[in-house]
């Protein structure tokens, strides 16, 4: 950005234009544009809208997926609606469906204690002690009050690497202190190619050691209930990155919906930190993007919130993997609610998997602990599966481990 161009915000800034400006357009991309940037935000939230949860605790996990139900008891109908599935959920029921393609093969008399268990793996550089991370997740202001701040303590709790969206109510900066973990920044590109430049520094300098390009969610990607309750938002949200009064500017409504292979290139010379592309799936996609120099490939589907129809994550995954060949780690969202589901993910390539809803259901129910124990009942689900099929390290996991692979 120019400084003129700087200027010229922190003028309308000071002028107040930009804050309800802000304000107005947080939500079009704070939820991956669940809502069209044109309609702009109500005057007050809807009475019924209700407030995000305030918990802080350590949870009792039976299932991970278990935590949705109680989720949908502190949340008001309208903001459990915008974690909805886009379409006719048919990708978002898939996304776990699919994992039944692939059953364990269980190896006995491996002569494997549990205490030789080592769930631990290294991604780009990061020692995890489990190969779960967690995915960004737009303006999770709507589900707790301190918005992103707990799950990215929570994430850092378990030791693990927390991905900040670009779409976050709280600034980059805040989400960075709030971890002791590695951490990611996701970014939604803007039509403003100095902006996208501007973010991309500010994320390396508040310590963010990659930056990850949304490919998949280019425009609304809203659950039918949550249009049927009439899009209700909460006003008093601002766009973190991008609140004049946090030290933020540009439209942030402004989408670049027209991205294109170069821009991996842009984000890599912009930032100087390596560029991972979340969304795409398809053999030649991932060639071109490694052709551009993409340092990761994150196999998603948005979990089922953009595009209704397309393939379940997991079904990707064996292609996506034999495409990369082993030249940068792969990695995979959408449905992952298991430590069999991780099993089966490491075992068909990925280096890790990340989890979108289950932290946001551990921070509803729980805050930063909620989150925290998310992560814990993965593990122990992960060493119980590794345990009984005979597998002690995850670094081992082959396709040798599953039945059909
Ligand atoms: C409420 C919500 C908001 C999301 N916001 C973003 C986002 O801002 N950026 C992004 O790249 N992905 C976003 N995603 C997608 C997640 O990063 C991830 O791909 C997905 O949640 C994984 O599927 P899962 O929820 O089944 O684990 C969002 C998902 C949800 C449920």
């Known amino acids: 950005m120019t400084t003129s161009r700087r200027d010229l915000f922190k003028t309308l800034a000071a002028g107040g234009a930009l804050i309800a400006a802000a304000q107005g357009t947080t939500q079009a991309l704070a939820q991956s544009a669940t809502q069209p940037p044109s309609q702009g935000a109500p005057a007050a939230p809807p009475p019924d ?10 949870l009792k ?30 990708t978002y029921r898939e996304n776990r469906r699919a994992f039944n393609d692939f059953p364990i093969m269980p190896r006995r008399l491996q002569n494997v204690d549990d205490k030789d268990i080592d769930l631990s793996t290294t991604l780009l550089g990061h020692k995890l002690p489990l190969p779960v991370f967690t995915c960004p997740t737009g303006a999770q202001g709507n589900f707790h ?12 709790m378990a030791g693990s690497l927390f991905v900040a969206s670009g779409a976050s109510n709280r600034p980059m900066e805040e989400i960075a202190q709030a971890t002791t973990g590695p951490k990611w920044f996701q970014i939604y590109m803007n039509r403003d190619m100095e902006l996208n430049r501007w973010l991309v520094q500010r994320a390396k300098a508040a310590g963010y050691s990659a930056i990850v390009l949304t490919a998949d969610a280019l425009g609304p990607g809203q659950s039918d209930d949550y249009i049927a309750l009439g899009r209700p938002r909460d006003p008093a949200l601002t766009a973190g990155n991008h609140d004049p009064a946090l030290g933020g500017h540009g439209n942030f409504s402004d989408q670049k919906r027209n991205l294109s292979f170069s821009d991996i290139t842009f984000l890599r010379e912009a930032s100087g930190l390596p560029v991972l592309v979340k969304g795409v799936v398809q053999p030649d996609d991932i060639r071109q993007s490694l052709a551009e120099g993409a340092a990761g490939i994150w196999v998603s589907n948005h979990g089922g919130r953009q595009m209704d ?29 298991r430590g069999g589901d991780i099993f ?30 998310v992560y814990a009942q993965l593990a122990f689900e992960l060493k119980s599966t590794m345990l009984l099929s005979g597998v002690a390290k995850v670094t081992d996991l082959n396709r040798d481990n599953l039945a059909k692979a």
Do not use: C, H
């Open 344 to 373: 089966k993910a490491l075992s068909l390539g990925a280096t890790a998997v990340g989890i979108g809803r289950p932290a946001l259901w551990g921070l509803i129910d729980g805050g930063s602990l909620g989150v925290k124990s």
């Open 145 to 156: 009050v301190k918005a992103e701040l707990p799950n990215a303590a929570g994430t850092g």
């Open 61 to 90: 996990i039976v299932n991970v997926e278990r935590l949705e139900d109680d989720a949908r008891k502190i949340l008001s109908p309208g903001r459990f609606a915008i974690m909805g599935p886009s379409g006719d959920g048919w």
């Open 309 to 337: 129809g397309g393939p379940a994550s997991i079904s990707m995954l064996r292609a996506a993997v034999d495409a990369v060949g082993g030249r940068v780690p792969v990695v995979l969202d959408s449905g992952i609610r």
């Open 49 to 58: 809208f209700g407030a995000p949860s305030s918990q802080e605790r350590e």
